[in-house]
């Protein structure tokens, strides 16, 4: 088996594909920036199996052009760079990362929830600058958080990680669960999961359209899919309160970036972004803007965190090679099928 890592591996893992007698080679491919589609194609050339990161571009056009891939091992939770229904159609097998960074991600969106609505970036630069002279009662005045109402967009382990996170600063806290635009104000149907967040945490399920009414703050946490693509755009961006902070850790195209661009010139809402439309591309006036704070990429970038993710990853490799199902494959339904290729 020739295996591709696209990224650094820290070097235990390293060690651990070495061992394994069913490797032939291992490719090691670091990358700044994203490879282009021939740089990627190029890559991937005879490779059985890759390690692939959020940045890494495995369209159908590109996977088409590898014959020889029968898996992906996307180190990360979101795999909206890799066209699965591809690799269902083609007995790719395809594992994530699922459940380690959990923590990491909602600390992340907490942090930048913090930042805009407490000026932090604004205040270090302040500093810095040496235009600091003293105590002044209303120098860098920002918001209270505590008592505020969070709407969180999408409530899986991330979601529900800024959920216990925002009980702790005394939020009051809304979610939507349905990835549905235009959800309306239908009547919901709680179950048993959101029984639980509302004993837990007192928090309560709403449509999308009363949450983006009602919300001071809003945080996205749901998967980029056809359904979730532009899920945020003029029109909802429209409905949110003057001054809401919106906070994406999730993926960037969640937000229709244009009309996010017009609503954060325009002053009607205060963005703060870990992912863009078009990464590493940051739209100029996203990056002029004093109602934006913005990060790169780093939702999951803990030591711990980046390290069981490379580590789910190698063992879901190594399972697989070893004949076994990993529990964060994505499409196991090809996996009988799929195994007895490799
Ligand atoms: C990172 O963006 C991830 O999806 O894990």
Not at 49 to 75: G, H, K, T, W
Not at 91 to 99: A, D, E, V
Not at 189 to 205: F, I, N, P
Request: glycine share 8%.
């Amino acid at each position: 088996m020739k295996v591709l890592c696209l990224g650094k591996l820290p070097s235990p893992l390293q060690e651990r594909l070495k061992t394994e007698a069913k490797i032939e080679s291992v490719t090691y491919v670091d990358r700044a920036a994203p490879l282009t589609d021939t740089e990627i194609t190029a890559a991937l050339s005879g490779m059985d199996i890759v390690l692939s990161e959020p940045q890494d571009n495995l369209s159908e056009n590109i996977l088409s052009r590898c014959q020889a891939l029968r898996m992906v091992a996307q180190r990360a939770v979101g795999y909206d760079n890799v066209d699965l229904e591809y690799c269902n159609r083609s007995g790719i097998l395809l594992s994530n990362t699922p459940g380690v960074l959990d923590n990491a991600t909602a600390d992340l969106a907490f942090s930048l929830l913090l930042c805009a609505a407490r000026r932090i970036v604004e205040a270090d630069r302040y500093v810095r600058a040496g235009l600091w002279h003293g105590f002044e009662s209303d120098l860098l005045l920002g918001r209270e958080i505590s008592g505020k109402t969070l709407g969180i967009v999408g409530l899986g382990r991330i979601g529900e990680a800024m959920a216990r996170r925002a009980w702790g600063f005394g939020l009051k806290i809304i979610y939507c669960r349905s990835a549905h635009k235009n959800s309306g104000t239908t009547e919901i149907e709680l179950d048993e999961k959101d029984r639980r967040l509302a004993q837990s945490l007192g928090a309560r399920r709403v449509s999308m359209e009363d949450l983006l009414k009602e919300s001071d703050f809003i945080s996205l946490h749901c998967p980029l899919k056809k359904e979730t693509t532009n899920l945020i755009g003029a029109a909802e961006l429209a409905l949110m309160k003057n001054g809401c902070i919106l906070v994406n850790t999730a993926r960037g195209k969640v937000v229709e970036e244009k009309a996010l661009v017009e609503a954060v010139t325009k002053g009607k809402i205060i963005a703060a972004l870990d992912v863009f439309a078009q990464e590493p591309t940051v739209p100029p006036p996203l990056l002029n803007s004093p109602n934006t704070v913005l990060a790169p990429h780093i939702g999951s970038a803990t030591d711990e965190t980046r390290f069981a993710m490379a580590e789910l990853a190698v063992n879901a490799v190594l399972q697989v090679l070893q004949g076994g199902l990993p529990a964060n494959l994505v499409n196991p339904q090809i996996f009988e099928s799929a195994v007895n290729k490799l």
